[in-house]
Nanobody
Framework: VQLAESGGGLVQTGESLRLSCVAS????????IGWFRQAPGKEREGVSC????????NYADSVKGRFTISRDNAKNTVYLQMNSLKPEDTAVYYC????????????????WGQGTQVTVSS
């Protein structure tokens, strides 16, 4: 099983990025996919999650209205569109998979990617 994130980078405040998470080795549409992030010296926190069907999405209060999660099960891919980025969004972003439903508990996720760095300069 492998989850691979991509799309991170260095942007300025107010700009956008789209992260992708490609899964292999799992039946993608059985799993809910969450995005988490971890800034230096801080605990890993949940950002967003999408259900296996894509019909249910959840967002942390800090990103509501700015981030949008979506998935394309035909491509085994989940996206995180991040708009109006702020310096406090700087972190390593991870995607993770769990079955069957979303959870904010990172320890409940079965599979994790290696992470992609997002840096937002002021």
């Amino acid at each position: 099983v492998q989850l691979a994130e991509s799309g991170g980078g260095l942007v300025q405040t107010g700009e956008s990025l789209r992260l992708s998470c490609v899964a292999s080795g799992i039946t993608h549409d059985y799993y809910s996919i969450g995005w988490f992030r971890q800034a230096p010296g801080k605990e890993r926190e949940g950002v967003s999650c999408i259900s296996s069907s894509g019909r249910s999405t959840n967002y942390a209060d800090s990103v509501k209205g700015r981030f949008t999660i979506s998935r394309d099960n035909a491509k085994n891919t989940v996206y995180l569109q991040m708009n109006s980025l702020k310096p406090e969004d700087t972190a390593v972003y991870y995607c993770a998979a769990r079955s069957p439903v979303c959870s904010w508990s990172n320890v409940s996720y079965q599979y994790w990617g290696q992470g992609t760095q997002v840096t937002v300069s002021s």
